[in-house]
């Protein structure tokens, strides 16, 4: 038994048959998982947390769920992996693409079982998604100058959208579809959202949000300051506005009388004064810090009538510099360098109890700001989260403008050529083929399923559907039937459903691969008893 | 549940069959959680509601019947739960009252869920539906309300007076109401009429008295006393006042230092030097006129010796000490003055004037009253008094919930009939819309009439009156056209609730309605809880 001695204690090893089994297992059960939530009817999940606090979060984001899992599973671990990709590259499809790749694998599973060796289904695979690359960019070129002429652009924008927001947002999907359209429109084909703030204020109800172009800061103005400036110039400033300490640690100063202190204290006072000096000089009227500007600088502020906001948050810092299209300042020795922000206006407003600083006709034209109001902290999580899926999605299909139709269309056009090549072809490979034809099925089906309809029945009128040429059927979630996807105008971005196609394909073919796992000793953690 | 995940088959028909159980008890369990919360608060709706003892983990105890503070203080652990908990919380910043009645249709709202899933009926059917009716409900409130003019002070009086009369301190409504009526007008700004931010009225409270001695005060109140310390003035008519944030104390610099003390003569010198820094200091507040100083808190330094405070008695200064930076805002924009953060600042253009500036000893402590303040901003001081600790809370929060009512008002000028006069007259004419609805739809917007029914039932329970007795008949007099038959809960009959004057914002009954749908919403749609980091 010398073999053994190979590993450290505690290591495992699982070769062949069982490793395999046991990344279908992992793979499959984390698709379980989160295929609930698929579609725009789909379920959400409560994330409870185990950490302190045990806070919760209601959502139905595939990305979300899965990157906040605890999961033991090397096969499950590719699959989140590659969900987050997904999430990093295009915004949005986290969920499809873990249950496309759990649908590969759970066919690849009974195809293994039937003695097919793995690498033979990784190759029909890969050449069936090679393939119909090239079919899929082909078919939706042709969509894509359907939409043209059919809409305007922000149109098909629109109508894809209703379908891509998940269901919390319910039946103000056509409000906030309105909302992402508006922001990415602003956006004039810039992918940087970062110009797009989402502000979430507790109250009121998700139809009470809206958009506003500018700029808003959740801060207060300081004491005896204007409440609102016209064409204001800003400087974003990120300073330390008490006295500068000496940093070396023990220096200090010795003196024989009471008098000298006062004089050093006056003397410190006296360098505040030079520093707010200096930043006056640089002709501005609004001033935002990202530390504290104390009681002293602020009153010399408020005798100049300059609005100083102290303690922004770095996030609201940056975007604000960006927005005016000034830049952040540490430094106020030489006027003349500095990068002023600029506005038309900035004031007061009110929102809820809140009370925020608004900045509007900023440098930056396309920065707006979306402020989300909703009866809970559940509610405006996941309507952020949606949003920022929307407008991702949007923003890359402003760019890449070729669209397909949504509602399980692209599934079924492709399930019925992959059928076709599978008569075509001689030989265990049209196993394969037809294995890789039934995952694809199996996306329309849960969303059928998860709209509470009958799947079996309307997967069947779809196939029936697509038998005919150029059909535009899919499945109508809303009304429970198949109907024209062009005509209800649902329609999915180009760019997402070939990330999909692609991904899931590469992690199922990973996983395949796989035939030994080895597990690592843990770490031994010293006892802290 | 062990046997069946035990036997946990391959094919996928029989595992999607699992999953729907371990699904349906997982929404089973959620709901039930968040009705169990909702039964705790739904003795303590209404005017007759029943209050709650809380005690809390530090020992405190509090009584209350406000709803919002109640599950505030529940701890609630089941994410479903504090579903609830969050609902009325948000009920309470979107509208300040109601807080209790948003939890309790939210109850009822599950109850008839349980049913309609129970029939199969798919939850995302169901939260559909629920939405359909929730606007239409809306529609209906808006279509029963009342509009109403800021002018018409006795209406803003009544409708107080309803939030104020299910409270703990109803007796008192007749003096709250108005105070609080007052205290929202006084503050409205006429550049932005349909704005009041409840910030700008403070609430003071001092133990003693009763809650009758309650008052508005024209000006400010400091739960402090003045400055006692070598027999400084405690009364000052003409008062000049100044807010400082600078400290009347030896020097203190940000940097180390030490006086290095090297013979005894020199030791006579530093105090002397001492001294003379605090008086001059003293000499230049005095040259500017100023008699009263608030000085806020420090916490680098002291923010006045003994040494300093004997100078300022002398010079007839009043001293206020100890003030919280968060409040000089507030007292800024009251006395309209400005702070002033150095002694080289200190001018007279700064200073606040005021009639007077008294300290009164009220029961075991003393204030200090600025009152006939010259300028005064938009802002009100309500004084509440009471007889102990938890009468005093309990008032405070009453008190607010009457302020918000006022502030719903002025937002939106709308009033809408009390007493589940609505509610009857929602659960009627939804009951009638869900006759022409088709399939699952017309099913579910029935069950949402029924639940709404939930509200004048626990008010007629809660008043001991018979409830089923009672809805039938509110049933059949809506039934006969009369949409403001509500229950009055005094005589325990039914009238027009209208002419009892029991009237509500119709903000507070369109929020309740909103935001409990929408958590409902949320609630059916969860069919899993994921345990993570």
Same mark, same amino acid.
């Given at each position: 038994?010398a073999?053994e001695?190979?590993?450290?204690?505690?290591?495992?090893?699982?070769?062949g048959?069982?490793?395999?089994m046991?990344?279908?297992?992992g793979a499959i059960?984390i698709t379980?998982l989160?295929k609930?939530?698929?579609?725009p009817?789909?379920?959400?999940?409560i994330?409870?947390?185990?950490g302190r606090?045990?806070?919760? $979060?209601v959502t139905?984001?595939?990305?979300?769920?899965?990157k906040?899992?605890?999961?033991?599973?090397?096969?499950?671990?590719?699959?989140?992996?590659?969900? !987050?990709v997904?999430?990093d590259?295009?915004?949005?499809g986290t969920t499809?693409?873990?249950v496309?790749a759990?649908?590969?694998?759970r066919?690849?599973? !009974?195809?293994?079982a039937? %003695?097919? @060796?793995?690498?033979?289904?990784?190759?029909v695979?890969n050449n069936?998604?090679?393939?119909y690359?090239?079919r899929m960019?082909?078919?939706?070129a042709?969509?894509a100058?359907l939409?043209?002429?059919?809409d305007n652009?922000?149109?098909a924008?629109?109508?894809f959208?209703?379908y891509?927001?998940p269901?919390?947002l319910?039946f103000d999907k056509?409000?906030?579809a309105q909302?992402?359209?508006d922001?990415?429109?602003?956006?004039k084909?810039s992918?940087n959202l970062e110009?797009i703030?989402?502000?979430?204020?507790p109250?009121g109800?998700?139809?009470?949000s809206?958009?506003?172009?500018?700029?808003?800061?959740?801060? %207060?103005?300081?004491?005896g300051q204007p409440?609102r400036?016209?064409?204001?110039?800003?400087l974003?400033?990120n300073?330390?506005m008490?006295?500068?300490k000496v940093k070396?640690?023990g220096a200090?100063?010795?003196v024989?009388s009471?008098? !000298?202190v006062?004089?050093?204290?006056g003397a410190e006072k006296?360098?505040m004064?030079?520093?707010v000096?200096?930043?006056?000089?640089?002709?501005?009227?609004?001033f935002?810090n990202?530390?504290?500007?104390?009681?002293?600088?602020?009153e010399?502020?408020a005798?100049?009538s300059i609005?100083a906001?102290?303690h922004?948050?770095f996030?609201?810092?940056e975007?604000l510099a960006l927005?005016?299209?000034?830049?952040?300042?540490?430094?106020?020795?030489?006027?003349?360098?500095?990068?002023?922000?600029?506005?038309?206006?900035i004031e007061e407003?009110?929102?809820?109890e809140?009370k925020?600083?608004?900045?509007s006709g900023?440098?930056m034209g396309?920065?707006? $700001?979306?402020?989300?109001?909703?009866?809970?902290?559940?509610? &405006?999580?996941e309507?952020?989260?949606s949003?920022?899926d929307a407008l991702c999605v949007?923003?890359q299909t402003?760019n890449?403008t070729?669209?397909?139709l949504g509602?399980g269309w692209?599934?079924?056009v492709?399930?019925?050529?992959v059928d076709e090549?599978?008569r075509k072809?001689?030989g265990?490979?049209?196993?394969?083929?037809?294995?890789?034809s039934?995952a694809?099925?199996a996306i329309?089906?849960?969303?059928?399923?998860n709209?509470?309809l009958d799947s079996a029945?309307?997967v069947?009128?779809?196939?029936?559907? @697509?038998?005919?040429e150029?059909?535009?059927?899919g499945i109508?979630?809303i009304?429970?039937?198949v109907g024209?996807?062009?005509?209800?105008g649902?329609?999915e971005s180009?760019?997402?459903k070939q990330?999909v196609? &692609?991904?899931?394909i590469?992690?199922?073919e990973?996983?395949?691969?796989?035939?030994?796992?080895?597990?690592?000793?843990?770490?031994?953690?010293?006892?802290?008893? | 549940?062990?046997?069946?995940? /035990?036997?946990q088959?391959?094919?996928?028909?029989?595992?999607s069959?699992? *999953?729907?159980?371990?699904k349906e008890?997982i929404?089973?369990a959620n709901i039930?959680?968040?009705?169990?919360?909702?039964?705790?608060?739904?003795?303590?709706l209404?005017?007759?509601?029943?209050?709650?003892?809380?005690s809390?983990?530090?020992?405190?105890?509090i009584?209350t019947?406000?709803?919002a503070?109640i599950?505030? #203080?529940m701890?609630?652990?089941q994410?479903a739960a504090?579903m609830?908990v969050?609902?009325s919380?948000?009920q309470d910043s979107a509208?300040g009252?109601?807080?209790?009645?948003?939890?309790?249709?939210?109850g009822a709202l599950?109850? =008839?869920?349980?049913?309609?899933?129970?029939?199969?009926i798919h939850?995302?059917?169901i939260?559909d539906s629920?939405?359909k /009716?929730?606007i239409?409900a809306v529609?209906v409130?808006? /279509?029963? /309300?009342v509009?109403l003019e800021?002018s018409?002070?006795e209406s803003?009086?009544?409708?107080?007076?309803?939030s104020?009369?299910s409270?703990?301190v109803s007796?008192?409504?007749?003096l709250?109401?108005?105070?609080?009526v007052d205290?929202?007008?006084?503050?409205?700004d006429p550049?932005k009429?349909d704005?009041?931010?409840?910030? *700008?009225i403070?609430?003071?409270?001092?133990?003693?008295?009763t809650? *009758?001695d309650?008052q508005?005060?024209k000006?400010l109140v400091f739960?402090?006393?003045?400055?006692?310390?070598?027999?400084g003035?405690?009364r000052?008519e003409?008062a000049?006042?100044?807010?400082i944030?600078?400290?009347?104390s030896?020097p #203190?610099t940000?940097?180390?230092?030490?006086i290095?003390v090297?013979?005894?003569t =020199?030791?006579?010198r530093?105090?002397?030097?001492e001294?003379?820094?605090?008086?001059?200091?003293?000499?230049k507040?005095k040259?500017?006129?100023c008699?009263?100083?608030?000085i =806020?808190k420090?916490?680098?330094?002291?923010?006045?010796?003994?040494?300093?405070l004997?100078y300022?008695?002398?010079a007839?200064?009043m001293v206020?000490?100890?003030?919280?930076r968060?409040d000089?805002e507030f007292?800024t924009?009251?006395l309209n003055?400005?702070?002033?953060?150095?002694?080289?600042? +200190?001018?007279?253009? #700064?200073l606040?004037?005021?009639?007077?500036?008294?300290e009164?000893?009220?029961?075991?402590?003393k204030?200090?009253?600025?009152?006939?303040?010259?300028?005064?901003g938009?802002t009100a001081?309500?004084?509440?008094?009471?007889?102990? =600790?938890l009468?005093l *809370?309990?008032a405070?929060r009453?008190?607010?919930?009457?302020l918000?009512?006022?502030?719903?008002?002025?937002?939106?000028?709308f009033l809408?009939a009390?007493?589940g006069?609505?509610?009857?007259e929602?659960s009627?004419q939804l009951?009638?819309w869900?006759?022409?609805l088709?399939g699952?739809?017309?099913?579910c917007?029935r069950? +949402?009439a029924e639940?709404?029914?939930v509200?004048?039932y626990?008010?007629?329970?809660n008043?001991g009156?018979?409830?089923?007795?009672?809805v039938?008949?509110?049933r059949?007099?809506?039934?006969?056209?009369?949409?403001?038959a509500g229950?009055?809960?005094?005589?325990?009959?039914i009238?027009n609730?209208?002419?009892?004057?029991v009237v509500?914002?119709?903000?507070?009954?369109?929020?309740a309605?909103?935001?409990?749908?929408?958590?409902?919403?949320?609630?059916? #749609?969860?069919?899993?809880?994921?345990?993570v980091?």
């Open positions: 038994m073999i001695k190979i590993l450290k204690d505690d290591a495992s090893e699982e070769k048959e069982r490793a395999r046991a990344s279908f297992v059960a379980d989160v609930t939530t698929l579609g009817k789909g379920m959400d999940k994330l409870q947390s185990t606090g045990h806070e919760v $979060t139905n984001d595939g990305a979300t769920i899965l906040s899992l605890h999961i033991d599973n090397p096969a499950a671990k590719v699959l989140i992996d590659i969900s !987050k997904q999430d590259e295009v915004g949005d499809s693409v873990v496309l759990g649908e590969l694998l066919e690849a599973e !009974k195809l293994v039937a %003695k097919i @060796h793995p690498v033979t289904i990784i190759s695979y069936v998604c090679l393939f690359r090239l960019a082909s078919e939706c042709r969509n100058l939409q043209r002429v059919v652009k922000e149109n924008g629109y109508a959208i209703l891509y927001l269901n919390v319910g056509e409000h906030f909302l992402a359209v922001a990415v429109m602003r956006l084909g992918t110009a703030q989402i502000i979430k204020k109250g109800s998700l139809k009470d809206f958009l506003d172009e500018g700029f808003i800061l959740d801060k %207060k103005i300081g004491l409440k400036i016209e064409n204001a110039k800003i974003v400033a300073t330390a008490d006295t500068d070396i640690y200090r100063v010795r024989d009471m008098s !000298k006062a004089e050093i204290e006296e360098k004064r030079e520093k000096k200096k930043i006056m000089a640089h002709g501005i009227n609004c935002v990202r530390q504290l500007i104390y009681n002293f600088p602020e010399l502020f005798d100049a609005l906001i102290e922004a948050d996030d609201g810092i975007r927005v005016t299209g000034g830049e952040i300042a540490s430094t106020f020795d030489n006027p003349e360098s500095v990068k002023l922000g600029h506005c038309k206006l407003i009110m929102i809820g809140d925020l600083i608004h900045f900023v440098e396309q920065a707006c $700001t979306v402020v989300l109001r909703g009866a809970s902290h559940h509610v &405006l999580d309507a952020e989260r949003l920022h949007l923003s402003v890449d070729r669209v397909l509602g692209p599934e079924m492709m399930a019925k050529e090549l599978a072809t001689p265990k490979k049209s196993h394969a083929i037809e294995a890789f039934r694809l099925v329309p089906t849960i969303i059928a399923d709209a509470g029945d309307l069947a009128q779809l196939r029936a559907e @697509h038998h005919k150029g059909c535009n059927a109508d979630v009304s429970g039937s024209d996807m062009a005509e209800l649902i329609a180009f760019k997402v990330a196609l &692609l991904s899931a590469e992690a199922a990973m996983i395949l691969r796989v035939d030994e796992i080895i597990t690592c000793a843990p770490r031994k953690r010293e006892d802290r008893m | 549940m062990a046997a069946v995940t /035990a036997a088959p391959r094919s996928s028909k029989t595992e069959y699992v *999953d729907n159980k371990r008890d929404r089973h039930n959680a968040a009705r169990a919360v909702a039964d705790a608060v739904r003795t303590s209404g005017p007759k509601g029943m209050d709650k003892m809380i809390t983990a530090n020992g405190e105890v009584i019947n406000d709803g503070t599950l505030n #203080k701890e609630v652990l994410p504090k609830l969050d609902l919380k948000s509208a009252d109601g807080t209790t009645t948003v939890v309790v249709i939210a599950l109850k =008839q869920c349980l049913t309609l899933l129970s029939n199969g939850p995302t059917v939260s629920l939405h /009716a929730s239409k529609d409130l808006t /279509a029963m /309300a509009p800021l018409d002070r803003l009086i009544k409708s107080a007076s309803t104020l009369n409270k703990v007796q008192y409504s007749t709250l109401a108005p105070l609080a205290s929202v007008l006084s503050v409205v550049a009429p704005m009041v931010d409840l910030r *700008d403070k609430i003071v409270k001092k133990l003693g008295g809650v *009758d309650t508005l005060v000006g739960d402090k006393k003045a400055s006692h310390a070598a027999g003035p405690t000052m003409n000049k006042i100044a807010v944030q600078f400290q009347i030896p #203190k940000d940097i180390e230092q030490s290095v090297s013979d005894y =020199q030791m006579d530093i105090l002397k030097e001294r003379n820094y605090i008086l001059g200091m003293i000499k507040i040259a500017t006129g008699n009263v100083l608030l =806020q420090s916490i680098l330094r002291d923010a006045v010796t003994d040494l300093s004997h300022l008695a002398k007839k200064i206020v000490k100890d003030v919280e968060e000089i007292i924009k009251t003055c400005l702070p002033i953060a150095n002694i080289e600042h +200190f001018r007279v253009e #700064k606040g004037h005021a009639d007077l500036v008294e009164v000893s009220l029961g075991d402590g204030i200090v009253k600025v009152t006939g303040i010259k300028d005064m938009r001081t309500v004084l509440v008094r009471g007889s102990n =600790q009468v *809370d309990e405070e009453s008190l607010h919930d009457a918000c009512v006022v502030r719903c008002l002025v937002s939106k000028r809408i009390g007493g006069a609505p509610e009857i929602l009627r009951g009638a869900s006759k022409v088709h699952m739809e017309g099913y917007v069950s +949402f639940a709404l029914e509200v004048p626990t008010l007629a329970e008043a009156l018979n409830p089923i007795a009672i039938t008949e509110l059949n007099r809506h039934a006969q056209g009369e949409i403001n229950i009055n809960v005094r005589k325990g009959q009238t609730i209208l002419e009892e004057n509500q914002p119709l903000l507070v009954s369109t929020s309605i909103t935001l409990a749908t929408e958590c409902v919403r949320m609630i059916l #749609k969860i069919d899993d809880i994921v345990n980091r």
